[in-house]
């Protein structure tokens, strides 16, 4: 349970009535609502009104490879009775999920091969990425990292150390990302004790934090974490992951609003998904709905070849003509890099949009 600060609850009484709107006091505070997500494939299709004899076969059979879970906020954006929902699309297991096809594999990106020490990953020159938990506050079904071996990745203690010291030990990184599953999954005292310890270090610059949850359920954003957030001496970066429009209402929004004001920059990165949003009139109207928002676009996934995905996938060639189209569209902020990440690169590598 988070307790909420004195200042909060002053400000709620006093002189912010805008801000009492964002938690009302019957509202229940995230980890309830995480709790209380749908994690069956009954309870799925009936809380959308899809009919069990179409959808109920293939729902379980992708449910025993990668378990359904879809918190209510999320459920309250998808339009009911409408198999073809983009964020639908996102959360409902199908039959093809257990297709077996040679070239979608379980680790596209070799990840394995980079961990530096439990729980950190090292793949680029100034950054490293902290797997701060396996947990997420959604299963979205194209995730690469679906079939993560993220059980020999829970940290205690030593580890913690030996983290710290590995960082400490590198003065060429400048910034460490709290990466997972959902980094932001993880109770606030946790991570403000991680933000102190790497506060510490002088040479790091930046935290970056990579989380769907302050779009899954923006109650995440609750005053604990704009508490820790506002107390850190390092920049802070939140990459939040949306992939289509209308995983953005008015509740989001405020969550962004309050992030922004505490002084966090917010970036967004989607992955190009067959059914979801590849086309550029959805891409597009993305990109203006995050910037209305306060976030800018940053990157594009390409589709990476993750086996139980490929009914997801679309070709380079696809993605590319699509991003020439936004480019016609839009003003160049508003365009993100349309990157691919290849195993054994010094970075992400950007897709050649032609001539
Ligand atoms: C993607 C990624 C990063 C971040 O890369 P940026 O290009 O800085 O966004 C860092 N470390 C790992 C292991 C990554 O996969
Ligand atoms: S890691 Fe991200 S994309 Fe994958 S299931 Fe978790 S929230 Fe979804």
Redesign the pocket.
């Known amino acids: 349970m988070i307790q909420r600060t004195p200042a909060r609850i002053e400000a709620r009484d006093a002189s912010h009535p805008s801000e009492a709107r964002i938690e009302p006091d019957n509202t229940p505070d995230w980890q309830q609502i995480l709790s209380q997500s749908v994690t069956t494939p009954e309870q799925l299709l009936e809380r959308l009104g899809l009919a069990p004899e179409d959808w109920y076969r293939g729902a379980a059979c992708g449910h025993r490879l990668f378990p359904i879970r879809v918190p209510e906020p999320y459920l309250a954006r998808i339009e009911p009775g409408n198999p073809d929902d983009p964020l639908l699309r996102q959360v409902l297991p199908v039959a093809q999920e257990a297709e077996v096809h040679p070239d979608f594999v379980s680790d596209p990106l070799e990840e394995a091969s980079a961990i530096q020490t439990t729980g950190l990953i090292r793949k680029y020159t100034s950054r490293a990425l902290l797997m701060i938990t396996g947990q997420?506050?959604?299963?979205?079904r194209?995730?690469?990292?679906?079939h993560f071996p993220y059980g020999d990745h829970r940290l205690g203690p030593e580890d913690r150390r030996q983290v710290i010291d590995s960082l400490s030990a590198s003065p060429e990184i400048n910034e460490v990302i709290f990466s997972?599953?959902?980094p932001l999954a993880v109770n606030d005292r946790l991570l403000s004790q991680w933000a102190e310890l790497l506060g510490d270090i002088p040479h790091l610059r930046r935290l970056r934090i990579h989380s769907?949850l302050p779009v899954v359920i923006p109650q995440r954003v609750c005053d604990s974490l704009i508490d820790w957030l506002s107390r850190t001496r390092l920049q802070k970066v939140l990459v939040v992951?949306v992939n289509h429009p209308a995983e953005i209402d008015q509740a989001t929004r405020q969550a962004f609003r309050r992030l922004s004001e505490a002084g966090v920059t917010l970036l967004n990165q989607s992955v190009i998904l067959r059914g979801v949003n590849n086309s550029s009139a959805t891409l597009s109207a993305l990109s203006e709905t995050l910037f209305e928002a306060g976030v800018m676009p940053y990157y594009l996934h390409a589709f990476d070849p993750v086996s139980g995905a490929r009914h997801f996938s679309v070709s380079d060639t696809d993605a590319i003509r699509i991003v020439n189209e936004m480019l016609e569209n839009l003003p160049g902020f508003l365009v993100p890099k349309l990157v691919r990440e290849l195993p054994g690169r010094a970075s992400k590598t950007p897709l050649d949009l032609g001539s």
């Open positions: 997420c506050a959604i299963n979205c194209y995730c690469f990292r679906r997972g599953g959902d769907r992951h």
